[in-house]
């Protein structure tokens, strides 16, 4: 069964950048065919797509978020990073990474855990 595991701050400051990384176990991110994704949810509202990277390394942002997110790999350490830069406290959620099973965003076949991240002002 595929693992997913989400790392990183669980507080970050305001205007400061979020980096989470998910590492990835029984499988490879590099083999065509998934999405490798960030997904996210703030308190008493619903998920929110962030961004994908396929097998081939090629990125897919939210468009509501790509100018300030960076989605990159690690394919020998078999991770994915996601970077939010100038966070605010509206970026404080529980940040989730998947592996989706096609390009529609809510198509995910395997979940991490999931991380709180909170933003201090």
């Known amino acids: 069964q595929v693992q997913l595991q989400e790392s990183g701050p669980g507080l970050v400051k305001a205007s400061q950048t979020l980096s989470l990384t998910c590492t990835v176990s029984?499988?490879?991110?590099?083999?065509?065919?998934?999405?490798w994704r960030w997904i996210r949810q703030p308190p008493g509202k619903g998920q929110e797509w962030i961004g994908d990277?396929?097998?081939?390394?090629?990125?897919y942002y939210s468009s509501s978020l790509k100018s300030r997110v960076y989605i990159f790999r690690d394919t020998p350490k078999n991770q994915f990073t996601l970077q939010l830069y100038s966070v605010t406290p509206e970026d404080a959620a529980v940040y989730y990474c998947?592996?989706?099973?096609?390009?529609?965003?809510?198509?995910?076949?395997?979940w991490g855990q999931g991380t709180q991240v909170t933003v201090s002002s």
């Open positions: 998947a592996r989706g099973r096609s390009s529609s965003w809510n198509a995910n076949d395997y």
């Open positions: 029984r499988d490879s991110i590099a083999i065509p065919g998934y999405y």
């Open positions: 990277i396929d097998g081939s390394g090629k990125t």
